[in-house]
């Protein structure tokens, strides 16, 4: 692993170009998620204050944010659809950890773990509909549309995900599907809205969610890839998190082909939960480093990672563009 997409002798890509360019927006941004939050029920901003402050760099809405600069728009609707956008994405962590017994999130304690798992997930349907307010107060069926459609291919792929758990014959395919829609789908409706309420061409709609779709797999594929390389403290998570929960991502789609017999019995009690202990998880890292199922994860990041880049080659050069760019190389990076 010693290849990325971002150029060679640079400096190492971050966020910190698009989070310079829409920090005035982001404020604006963060207002309303502060106001939406709010209820009488104390709980309730309780635990959705827990998830929305517990350190994430809320791409989403950034992602949002950036696109309506690139395309020289120069309204506020697209604020309150930025924080549309990270309710959305809020609400589904909540049900996540639900559904996947999570203790951790961004290294802090999930909310189920704190509150319990039926005030988690009706705080997360608390945090959907106050994204469908959002949505309906800014008027426009398009973006009503495009926001709705994602929530749904959202709820889809988590239950492909859900009922794809501890399938040893998973098949590459069907896994890039649940990556497409539970990761990819918000992140492209993200940057597509923005052309919307700038009223743009169809062609710089679709250019957008193009590369918020390709950005959106190359982010999970990197995701997917650092549960066998990383640790809590890089992940927010813990290590190994996907292994114990039985989840067929790539790096183990690609380390059970290409195992032998025993390789494969292993792998097959393993995502069965008859192997999930420390010593277990530690013989996984060393079978998906020997098949370089990792490496090969990573470059398949990089193949969808420079598919982003491409989407936007036609729009002019900007600081928006080139901080959009650099994320994607961010994105990739952060296995390295």
Known sequence: ????????????????????????DMNAVNAVILDRMQSEIPLIPELAGHLIAGGGKRMRPMLTLASARLI?????????????VEFIHTATLLHDDVVDGSDLRRGRRTANIIWGNPASVLVGDFLFSRSFEL?????????????????????????????AARRVDLAEDRYLDIIGAKTAALFAAACRIAAVVAERPEGEETALDAYGRNLGIAFQLVDDAIDYVSDAGTMGKDAGDDFREGKMTLPVILAYARGDAVD?????????????????????????????????????ARHY?????????????????????????????RAY
């Open 305 to 333: 990672g420079q598919r982003a880049i491409d989407a936007i080659a036609g729009f002019p050069a900007s600081k928006a563009k080139d901080a959009m760019v650099e994320a994607v190389e961010f994105a990739v990076a």
């Open 264 to 300: 494969r019995k292993f792998w097959k009690d393993a995502v069965e939960g008859r192997r999930d202990s420390d010593e277990d998880f530690a013989h996984a890292i060393t079978l998906v480093r020997q098949s370089r199922a990792v490496d090969d994860t990573l470059a398949r």
């Open 1 to 24: 692993m010693t290849a990325t997409i971002h150029r060679l002798g640079a400096k190492p890509p971050s966020l910190d170009p698009m989070m310079a360019l829409v920090t005035g």
């Open 135 to 163: 949505m309906v107060e800014d008027g426009s069926l398009k973006v009503l549309k495009i926001l709705s459609n994602a929530s749904a291919v959202i709820a889809e792929g988590e239950v492909n995900q859900l009922t």
């Open 72 to 84: 020289g728009y120069t309204g506020n609707r697209h604020h309150r659809l930025a924080a549309s």
